[in-house]
């Protein structure tokens, strides 16, 4: 039925995820939240929602905020549905295929899903496309420059087809800088013993259209 080995993997573990990682996902989303200033009203694309656990914060730090989750597992996305208010739009899609106009969002955030991206350059391209002159991006994901994360990428690569490249600071960089972001900082932490973890934060330029 799946063709797709992230909606594959996903599909499978849709109704235990919140619970085997609760620990992850709410560092991960705390250290997100902790780098990004929103305003209230601004529109924000929640790029691989998941569960919408992350949606769930972002109402609640900005409840006059629009914030919009897509992502790529149809299973995801109906756990998300059960917890979010019926006026949340959920899309299923792709990053690298975003169905909003451009210049629509004020900022697309995306957490711990960017290693998932077979082209991450498209990722990037259609982030800019969608976000607004000045919006923001903002990515959390796995950092390749912590030794744990390099071992638990080569594992992954040779056991788990969903799981496609973890990248570090300097790449990402280079990557962002790339597709035209301005003003990007990237922050390395980690959350625990074993999760290595950046932060990066960008500028869509004011005279961009797309």
């Not at 797709?4 to 560092?27: C, G, I």
């Not at 939240?33 to 919408?52: A, H, K, P, S, Y």
């Not at 082209?119 to 259609?126: G, H, I, K, R, V």
Request: negative net charge; glycine residues 4%; aromatic residues 12%.
């Amino acid at each position: 039925m799946y063709s797709d080995p992230v909606q594959t993997e996903y599909s499978r573990l849709a109704k235990r995820y919140d619970s085997r990682w609760s620990f992850y996902v709410n560092a991960t989303i705390r250290e997100t939240l902790n780098r990004l200033e929103i305003n209230q009203g601004e529109r924000i694309l929640d790029l691989g929602c998941g569960t919408g656990v992350l949606i769930q914060r972002l109402l609640q730090v900005s409840p006059e905020s629009e914030v919009i989750g897509i992502d790529a597992s149809a299973e995801m996305l109906e756990i998300a549905k059960q917890k979010l208010p019926e006026s949340v739009e959920l899309k299923l899609g792709s990053a690298d295929n975003l169905p909003f106009p451009s210049n629509y969002f004020d900022i697309v955030v995306s957490t711990s899903v960017f290693h998932f991206f077979r082209d991450p350059s498209q990722a990037l391209q259609e982030a800019k496309r969608v976000l607004k002159p000045n919006g923001r991006l903002v990515i959390t994901d796995w950092c390749y420059d912590y030794l744990t994360c390099k071992v638990f990428d080569f594992f992954l690569r040779c056991f788990n087809r969903a799981h496609f490249r973890t990248y570090g600071v300097a790449e990402l960089q280079a990557m962002m800088r790339d597709e035209g972001f301005q003003e990007i900082a990237i922050e390395r932490y980690k959350i625990d013993w074993f999760w290595g973890m950046m932060t990066a934060t960008a500028v869509k330029e004011a005279s961009a259209t797309s």
